[in-house]
């Protein structure tokens, strides 16, 4: 399933492979890869450690809290490397930051808390990341004023959506694991 989502985003992105060096490339895609694992284990393992006493509002904080030095230390580079943000990309973190980091973290770690002990509601609401995708681009267009994505980009973008859902589902199927619930 992991191979469905990375042909959509190959699918994605192949329009812009044509004008990107090989190492703006890895600097772009290594976080991505890092933070698609690093974001499940991390709401898992507060899951784990916290054992309800958490509210969703007090993990997202841990979770900023913990990898803010990570944060820090990228901001460091970032301006010695190429000075202040502008005013663009500025205004576009802060939306990113309110819209996904706060808003849809603190509803995805609420529902999740709802169904923590039921593998197949999880699986669910897991699987509704995968709209993110679309919500965002669709922000984008809206408040960003972006060119509409090509047809191949599109495509991309619902088997990214298709793959996840699938993925959710598969990972957390009684049937498919031996009957064995998957934590």
Known sequence: MSLIILLGIILMQIEQSKSISITD???G????????????LGNRKMMEVCAG???AYQRVLG???ASLPLWLLLSFYGFCTTGMPSKEQT??????????GVIATVLFFKATDM???NMQKLATIEATQSMEVFFSLLGELVFLSIQLPSLISWSG???????MILHSYVTHSPSLNNGKRVQ
């Open 53 to 55: 006493r958490l509210d």
């Open 157 to 163: 973008m619902f088997i990214v959506i298709l793959g």
């Open 25 to 27: 490339l890895l600097f």
């Open 29 to 40: 895609v290594t976080p991505i890869i890092i933070a698609s694992f690093a974001y499940p």
């Open 91 to 100: 205004i576009q973190s802060v939306l990113v930051a309110i819209f996904s």
């Open 115 to 117: 169904v923590r002990g």
């Open 63 to 65: 979770m900023t809290l």
